[in-house]
C-alpha cells in the first residue's frame, strides 16, 4: 500500500516550453501532497504543499507564477514548469501523506526534467 | 527555519560491519522520519518515529527517537551490497506539518 507514480519518469524539452509532471496516489487518497526539487548529491527542496480544492501554499522564494501547482482530486497533483528555462533542469519528486497515519509523507520515484 | 543535522555525510564499509548514522536538530521536533534514496529514485520510508524515546526496528534498521527529542539515530547491522544509497533523516516540530530533510548520509558498501 501507500504507492505514488509519477509521469513522466523523464522529461527533455526545448528553452521557452512548458512541461507538466503528474503525481499520483494510487491505493489511498491523499489530501495533501508536496512537490520537492532535488539538485544532484543534495537534500531535497520543498517547493510548495498542494492541497486538494485549495490553492498551493508555496515556500519563500519559489514563483507560483513559474510553477503552477493543480490538486484537483484527492490522488491527482499536477506540477506544470511554465516557460521553461536550462535553470529549471532538476529531479522533482512528489511525495503524499497518508490520512490517519500521522506525518509520514510517501514519495513517487521522481521526474528528471532537461532543459536545452 | 528548523534546521537538522545529519552526520556523517558520507561512509565507506566493508560489507558485514555495522554502521550508524544520525540526526540533530536545533528544536524540539514532534516526528522523526528515516528514509533511504537510490540513485535517480525517491526516497523510500523506512522507519517512522513518534514518541520519545522510542526504539524502532525494521529488519537490519534501528532508529531511535532521542530522549530530548532533538535528534534520532539510524542503525544498520550486517551491511550488505544493497543498501548502498543515500539516507536521509526527516522530521518537524508539530504534527501534520511539512518535512524538514537532513543533508543525507552517503552510504558506499564494499563486498
Known amino acids: 500500500g501507500a504507492v505514488v507514480s509519477q509521469h513522466p519518469s523523464r522529461v527533455i524539452c526545448k528553452s521557452g516550453t512548458s512541461v507538466k509532471i503528474e503525481c499520483r496516489s494510487l491505493?489511498?487518497?491523499?489530501?495533501?501532497m508536496f512537490w520537492y526539487r532535488q539538485f544532484p548529491k543534495q537534500s531535497l527542496m520543498l517547493m510548495a504543499t498542494?492541497?486538494?480544492?485549495?490553492?498551493?501554499?508555496?515556500e519563500q522564494g519559489v514563483e507560483k507564477d513559474k510553477f503552477l501547482i493543480n490538486h484537483a482530486s484527492l490522488t491527482l497533483s499536477t506540477l506544470t514548469v511554465t516557460s521553461a528555462h536550462p535553470e529549471d533542469s532538476s529531479f522533482y519528486i512528489c511525495?503524499?501523506?497518508?490520512?490517519?497515519?500521522?506525518?509520514?509523507?510517501?514519495f513517487g520515484p521522481g521526474t528528471r526534467l532537461t532543459v536545452l | 527555519g528548523q534546521q537538522l543535522n545529519q552526520s556523517p555525510q558520507s561512509m565507506f564499509i566493508q560489507e558485514g560491519e555495522d554502521v550508524s548514522m544520525n540526526c540533530t536538530s536545533s528544536?524540539?521536533?514532534?516526528?522523526w522520519l528515516w528514509y533511504k534514496q537510490d540513485p535517480g529514485e525517491g526516497p523510500v520510508l523506512l522507519i517512522a518515529?513518534?514518541?520519545?524515546?522510542e526504539l524502532t526496528s525494521n529488519g537490519r534498521l534501528t532508529a531511535q527517537f532521542g530522549i530530548t527529542r532533538k535528534d534520532s539515530f539510524l542503525n544498520i547491522s550486517a551491511s550488505i551490497p544493497s543498501d548502498v544509497g543515500i539516507y536521509f533523516c526527516?522530521?518537524?516540530?508539530?504534527?501534520?506539518?511539512?518535512?524538514?530533510f537532513g543533508q543525507g548520509t552517503i552510504l558506499t558498501v564494499h563486498p
Open positions: 511525495s503524499a501523506r497518508l490520512a490517519g497515519t500521522g506525518d509520514e509523507q510517501f
Open positions: 518515529l513518534y514518541k520519545a524515546g
Open positions: 528544536s524540539i521536533f514532534n516526528t
Open positions: 526527516a522530521g518537524h516540530p508539530r504534527a501534520y506539518g511539512k518535512l524538514t
Open positions: 498542494s492541497n486538494e480544492g485549495s490553492k498551493a501554499t508555496y
Open positions: 491505493d489511498f487518497q491523499a489530501t495533501t
